[in-house]
């Protein structure tokens, strides 16, 4: 494979053709602030913050690091006042969207940022895609990018609670800003978004204890992604407590009752 | 789902009664059940019913195999699909540079005006839907106006009241 010479902020260093420049850096310990990216999921250059400058032959550019692989011998600045200038800009805008976001806000002090420059809309969604994204990889059937340019926002097909969500959580979990909630009330999972119920995952109901729990994802969807269609959906009916206590009782009774132990349980094991 | 009302405030639209052997022949015998041609079957469902309606697009969902929020998210990006039900005319205003420049602002906002309605809506009477678009590529005799597919060039106030008398008279 073809080995390529890139300056990173001075110094020489080697890539491997193809890689971004976020991978190169992160190698080679160099800071690029990113509020989008995830490993698990393919670049998209949403948030912008990683906008690093880079000199491929004659000019000067800039671009988005975690998208911009690398082909040629070039020389990259991550750090200079003109990428700070610009991400500073970036981090304004991003602030006037979502101010409560505690990176970003660290951010803010680090580049000396005007909060005033912009009114804030208190938005708070940065609309960096990795929920849609997370979603997408998982089922893609609940979250998407709806509306075009200044209106792009997170929503559920015809704004609707989603019927296909599996409550997995992987958009809760991903949001780099918090403000996707996931709450077990009522026997069922919510996914709220923007305040507004996305979807709603009904939670079995353990028939040992008789607590809700979950969910039990129906693995059928992933499985038709990748192909495959013969799995069984998988159906318990004792939570994962239980389970383990009925199966910690299932051995004992095996193993322990010729002591006299079990005597005076009156459990049934009914190991899950 | 697709008994529920309609949940749209500004106009009150009729339920719309779904032809599924209709959408089955647009679908699968048009265009072959062929997911890569789903904006073109987006496009005929919505010439039959002047807009997209929800069960007609959850049914493409499931007949193509592809997730409704693909194609939520592609009916939402175009500004030509429409989630809201049109009204017998569509009259577009082309507001792109040239035409700008040639006063279609003005256009717009007689029109507004005259049937009391913002770019985007549809009068209560279901006649008529005023859009705005960015630019229909026909700069050359701008300021340009359409109706219903139909391209009036050099457009102007007079070729507006004409339009709208006529609808009145209707």
Known sequence: MKVLNIVLNGKAVTAKMGQTILELA??????????????ALEAAAMCRLCTVQVIEGKWPKFVTACNFPLRRDAEVV???PEVRHGRKLIIELLMARCPTSPELQRLAVDYGCDLERFAPLNDDCVVCGLCTRACEAVTGRTLSLAGRGVAIHVDTAFQKASEYCIGCGACVQICPVNKIAMEDVDGERRIILHGKIASRVKLPQCTSCGKHFGPVIDLQQVMERMGEH????PNASVCPECSRRNLAIKLGKRYFEQY????????????? | MSGTACQCQEIECAEVEIDYTL??????????????AMIMM?????????FLPEAAVKYLSQVIEVPLTKIYEVATFYASFSLEPKGKYILSVCTGTACHLRGSGGMVEHISKRMGIAPGKTTADM?????????????AVAPVVVVDEKYYPKADIATLNDFMDRLDAE
């Open chain 1, 230 to 233: 013969k799995i069984p959906p």
């Open chain 1, 78 to 80: 991550t750090d200079s």
């Open chain 2, 127 to 139: 006649k008529l839907t005023l859009e705005t678009v960015n630019c229909v590529g026909a700069c």
């Open chain 2, 23 to 36: 959408l089955d022949k647009i679908i699968r015998d048009d265009y072959g059940g062929n997911r890569e």
């Open chain 1, 260 to 272: 006299g132990v079990f005597e005076d349980e009156e459990g049934q094991a009914n190991a899950g």
């Open chain 1, 26 to 39: 992160r190698e080679h310990n160099v800071f690029i602030p990113t509020l989008c990216d995830s490993p």
């Open chain 2, 42 to 50: 987006m496009q005929a469902i919505q010439r039959v019913y002047r």
